[in-house]
């Protein structure tokens, strides 16, 4: 029998096609020729091993590290209905041991479209995955996010990993999530808890990661390299992975959305050096000024919601309190430079808490937030919400207030305080706030999943 | 004797377990390993169709008709792609440090 016959014949044994006819020319062959056999043989022990190396890429264990790993991995599989012959064949033949299946995930979905721009939400099954057009972030069961465009190909391989064929992802992993993998051919991005971007070239076999953020570690040709903070680092099929000059560049990943802790300076109002609230109308970055408020610890009953520090308001200050002004507050500038704000949207919260007082006890705080576009200049826009505080000092209330930015955007404003709802006291050596506190303000920008910016 | 149908015979089983030669797991990790490299070097049409059948556990025909082909040119292609990985795997097992 000439080679291509008896390798057709193979293939259909492999793949389960055989006609009866076929399965007789099959068994005469084998049985009439060792050099056929041996062909046959070497066909199923690749078949086995294939069948291994993608069952592996389903777990969690990096693929480099899979020699020690793989006994163990090959007890839980189960049968795909092509290894029902194959395994038949090679449990008589006592060639291969056992190269069962892990159980089918085919029709389980392992990811979801959250948004795009082209495509419709749902869920996404193991496989290649691209887009005709537009942008799409996906999630994956895991956690992990990925936002890609156009023209970029995945395999979604399992929950909490995938291939980049071809392309360029912008990533964002939780910490439930870490683990997540990126294979390329030229090595595997492994996340420790971070946000990076990687692109593939592969007509030059090519792949380059970005780290913006946190950890990650590269496993190529056995060897794991481990990055941290800001790197740019490419690997090739012919180098180990290599740190490379030149600055991180996210907005040349498309990215899923990402939620930004904004740093407030002071904004746990904790003890420690006498931290003093400066005039307002010192217009400074990450200060805290305003009107005659302090920083104390547990006061008329009082406990700080957090930590061992609050802030007291107190008054509006000697001059203000004789025109008749109603409120007490502190402010601080923010700088939003360094963010890209194209549809972001700014929230603010804070923990506010009062002494139960009696029926002339104001009970009233504010939260606003103002967008500038110069650092001390007229605001764009501004919120504003606020609150009444329960008459119960053991608990705190929160406020918060929430916008959606203008891309021109620079510097923000940060005012929390209290007003005098209930009595307004205008007279000097009267108490203005009988015991108003403030804790643990937090700010955060919400940016949406984007393609990248060119 | 009558043959048995739509599977390999006995007499075939019985002969290529009498020519089995033992396979370790050392042997096995190689293979895979070798694999693991030798996939990478498959033109991208192929190495797809080898992930849809083995990563995907798809059959045959579904990749015909997901790719828009006849199924016969799937098994040509996968037959191909088979023989382009086992050369592949042969050179690089044969590069390996023997133990």
């Known amino acids: 029998m000439k080679q291509q016959e008896l390798e057709k014949l193979v293939e259909g044994f ?145 929950g909490n990993r995938i291939r980049l064929v071809d392309g360029t992802i912008g990533v964002i992993v939780p910490k439930r999530a870490r683990g997540f993998t ?30 913006f953020s946190g950890e990650i570690e590269i496993h190529s040709d056995g ?14 099929d012919s180098e180990p992975p290599r740190r490379v000059d030149g600055s991180v560049e996210p907005q040349n990943f498309p ?5 930004e802790v904004i740093p407030i300076v002071k904004g746990d109002f904790e003890l420690g050096e006498n931290y003093q609230i400066a005039d307002s109308s010192e217009v400074r970055l990450g200060v805290w000024g305003g009107n005659y408020a302090k920083i104390v610890s547990e006061s008329q009953g009082i406990s700080p919601y957090a930590g061992e520090g609050m802030l007291k308001l107190v008054s509006s200050g000697p001059d203000e309190m004789a025109s ?34 009696d029926e002339k006890t104001d009970t009233q705080f504010e939260l606003k937030l103002s967008a500038h576009r110069a650092l ?59 015991g108003h506190y403030i804790d643990h303000i937090e700010m955060k920008l919400i940016l949406p999943a984007r393609p990248a910016v060119r | 004797e009558k043959r048995q149908r739509n599977r390999l015979s006995d007499a075939v089983m019985e002969i290529l377990a009498d020519e089995a030669e033992p396979v370790d797991s050392d042997s096995q990790v190689q293979l895979v ?23 995907d556990e798809k059959k045959p025909a579904q990749i015909a008709e997901e790719i828009n082909w006849e199924v016969n040119g799937v098994y040509v292609a996968l037959s191909r792609a088979r023989s382009q990985l086992k050369a592949c795997v042969n050179a690089k097992l044969k590069q390996a440090p023997a133990e």
């Open chain 1, 14 to 158: 492999l793949n389960d096609s055989l006609s009866s006819s076929e399965w007789d020319r099959l068994n005469t062959e084998l049985e009439s020729s060792r050099e056929s056999r041996d062909i046959f043989r070497d066909s199923i022990e690749l078949h086995g091993g294939l069948a291994e190396f993608h069952s592996l890429r389903d777990s969690i264990i990096p693929i480099t590290d899979f020699a020690e790993d793989l006994p163990r991995q090959r007890t839980e599989r189960s049968l795909w209905p092509l290894a029902a012959t194959l395994t038949f064949a090679v449990i008589a033949i006592g060639v291969l041991g056992l190269f069962v299946w892990k159980l089918s995930l085919t029709e389980v979905g392992i990811a979801e479209i959250v948004s795009s721009d082209s495509q419709p939400k749902g869920t996404l099954k193991k496989g290649s995955f691209s887009i005709d057009s537009g942008f799409a972030e996906i999630e994956m069961s895991s956690g992990a996010r990925f936002a890609m465009e156009h023209g970029t190909t995945v395999r979604l391989i399992s």
């Open chain 1, 182 to 211: 990126v294979e390329t051919d030229q090595g595997n991005i492994v996340d420790l808890g971070t946000r990076f971007g990687v692109s593939v070239d592969s007509q030059k076999q090519l792949a380059k990661a970005e780290l």
């Open chain 1, 223 to 236: 060897e794991i390299t481990t990055f941290r903070g800001k790197n740019v680092i490419t690997l090739t």
């Open chain 1, 255 to 259: 990215m899923p959305k990402t939620t």
């Open chain 1, 324 to 357: 008749g002004r109603r409120f007490c507050d502190v402010l601080q500038w923010v700088d939003f430079r360094p963010y890209v704000l194209e549809g972001a949207t700014i929230s603010a919260r804070a923990y506010i808490n009062r002494v139960a007082g």
């Open chain 1, 376 to 434: 001390g200049g007229e605001k764009l826009i501004e919120w504003n919400t606020s609150r009444l505080a329960d008459s119960d000092p053991e608990t705190w209330e929160i406020i918060q207030c929430s916008g959606q930015l203008l891309p021109d955007t620079q510097y923000m404003v940060l005012r929390i305080g209290a007003s005098e709802n209930q009595l307004n006291n205008t007279e000097p050596g009267e108490i203005e706030f009988d």
């Open chain 2, 33 to 55: 390993t070798a694999l693991k490299h030798c996939l990478t070097k498959l033109p991208p049409r192929s190495r797809s169709m080898i992930e849809m059948l083995y990563e």
